[in-house]
């Protein structure tokens, strides 16, 4: 009986294999989650804080998406604000992204800003690689 069930266990063994936990890459992909008032207002505030006219700040088309990283979690938003220069002109589109750690008090950290167009190309493809495809051109 005692060298039976030891066949068994075997047996039943003999199909897994032990494989390495692949680690978490920084996977960019996020769940697209709706943008709501409560997190508009966490944006706009901490963009605001690094514009010339912040209450010029007006947020436009504007994407976001939640993920866990490193057992962390974050919002990933993406879009366009306008807003206007120190001078008080307008100060067209500047694309961003920004992070915001709901766990934290909602901290915000705004990853890259700008109109410049090397900037707008950065944020897009950055934002598309996540999933959160604020540009239309492809």
Known sequence: MRKTVQ???VASLYGCVA???RPDAGDQRVD???FSLAL???VITGIRQRLPDPASARLGRTL???RTLNGRKEIVACGFVSGKTAAGGPGGD?????RIYPDSASS???V???GASETRRLVDSTCRAAGLPISDSA
């Not at 500047?94 to 920004?98: D, K, N, R, V």
């Open 40 to 42: 508009e207002e966490v």
């Open 19 to 21: 494989t390495t936990p």
């Open 7 to 9: 066949l068994l266990l």
């Open 32 to 34: 697209p989650i709706p």
């Open 112 to 114: 890259a800003m700008g």
């Open 94 to 98: 500047q694309a961003f992204i920004a």
């Open 108 to 110: 915000f950290e705004l």
């Open 64 to 66: 976001a998406g939640e």
